[in-house]
């Protein structure tokens, strides 16, 4: 039985199921900022998993960081999984901007969680969840 760890299920809202992995939404509205989450319980690093399982999920990762790019046309993708605060294994999908606060450095630490106002969430979330249809 798979479990979101505590720390993503208070950061994010959930976007769609894939096959193997959760598509997240960072509450964190400073960047288009999308998390995938293996739904496997007790993953916590990419390469003890079974080959099989890492080339869905690696699958899975490029149809993620092909809908973030049709949908806000980025200067770039950063792809990540760090694991350093939650070791639950999660793979970040942010897109970036030269004109964003962080640019060129790394998102982490730079700017304070911006939230996003009315239901921004809510529509980004559900215009991503129609774009992984697709």
């Known amino acids: 039985?798979?479990?979101l760890h505590r720390q993503?299920?208070?950061d994010t809202v959930e976007v769609a199921r894939l096959d193997v992995s959760w598509v997240l939404l960072s509450r964190d509205a400073?960047?288009?900022?999308?998390?995938?989450?293996?739904a496997i319980?007790?993953?916590?690093e990419?390469?003890?998993l079974d080959a099989g399982v890492q080339q869905k999920i690696l699958l899975e990762s490029a149809q993620l960081a092909s809908a973030i790019?049709?949908?806000?046309?980025?200067?770039?993708l950063n792809i990540a999984a760090l694991g350093n605060v939650v070791p639950q294994l999660h793979i970040h999908h942010i897109a970036r901007f030269a004109t964003d606060?962080?640019?060129p450095a790394p998102v982490w630490g730079k700017l304070p969680p911006k939230h996003f106002a009315g239901e921004e969430l809510a529509v980004a979330a559900r215009a991503m969840a129609t774009e992984l249809k697709s």
């Open 8 to 10: 993503l299920a208070a």
């Open 1 to 3: 039985m798979f479990t």
């Open 69 to 76: 790019e049709r949908i806000y046309r980025p200067d770039k």
């Open 30 to 38: 400073n960047y288009p900022w999308f998390i995938l989450v293996p």
């Open 101 to 103: 606060a962080a640019w």
């Open 41 to 44: 319980d007790g993953a916590r």
């Open 46 to 48: 990419f390469h003890h």
